[in-house]
């Protein structure tokens, strides 16, 4: 589903829509889920930080997606080389990607009395900073290094070696976590940011596309 406003387009996954429909109609569901819903909002609070940073800087974005397994927005896709990027822009897209995890960093500051909030908080700020395709620190970790003009497929090296250690680290944490707890969150969440990823190659070619895709 798309709804198209005048500043982008808003993205909502089918699967997401009738999940929060049923969740609407039954209230059993809605509180089984209302745990799910508080995360959410967290996360969509995330990315509209990242909106109002990116707007004052006068980045646009192409979409705002909504999917059961989180939000993410994306911003136009900048085909220039990086190494003839200008630092100065490239300083903005780090202030733009940090703005995300320092928002929910805020967020747990100002609830730290509700041990709940804190934590989800203090999780996603954590989350986010690890250098894995889509999250903000590969985006960060990718400008720093167009800052500097690393060689572009050092670069490509770096950043793929990156995600798919972190990913697989989080993987064998996950397997940990549900022989303990039963819990298989850990896991899937990996194995969402294992999909992208391998979407992200069959799309995008590194050598002429400047990341601009962030969750």
């Known amino acids: 589903m798309k709804i198209k406003t005048p500043f982008f387009v808003i993205e909502i996954e089918w699967l997401f829509f009738i999940v929060f429909l ?10 089984i889920l209302s745990s799910f819903y508080v995360c959410y909002l967290f996360i969509v609070f995330h990315e509209l930080s990242h909106i109002f940073v990116a707007a004052i800087f006068g980045k ?23 190494m003839k990027i200008k630092k100065s822009i490239i300083l903005k ?8 995890p320092v928002s929910n960093l805020i967020l ?39 800052f500097f003009r690393l060689n572009r497929k050092l670069k490509e090296i770096i950043l793929n070696f990156s995600s798919y250690f972190f990913m ?3 993987c064998i944490i996950g397997i ?12 899937i969440f990996s194995l969402y940011l294992f ?5 992200s190659e069959k799309k995008l070619k590194i050598d002429k596309i400047n990341y601009n895709f962030t969750c």
């Open 168 to 170: 697989s680290f989080i």
């Open 22 to 31: 049923v969740s609407l109609m039954s209230k059993k569901v809605l509180k």
């Open 60 to 82: 646009d974005i192409e979409k705002f997606k909504f999917t059961l397994s989180g939000v993410c927005i994306e911003f136009k896709r900048n085909y220039e080389d990086s």
């Open 195 to 199: 999909l992208l990823k391998k979407q």
């Open 176 to 187: 940990f976590q549900f022989f303990i707890s039963k819990n298989p969150a850990v896991i």
């Open 93 to 100: 897209n780090i202030i733009i990607y940090l703005a995300g």
């Open 108 to 146: 747990a500051f100002l609830f730290k009395k509700n041990d709940m909030i804190f934590q989800i908080n203090i999780f996603f700020a954590l989350i986010n900073v690890i250098p894995i395709y889509p999250l903000d620190g590969y985006n960060i970790l990718n400008n720093i290094f167009d």
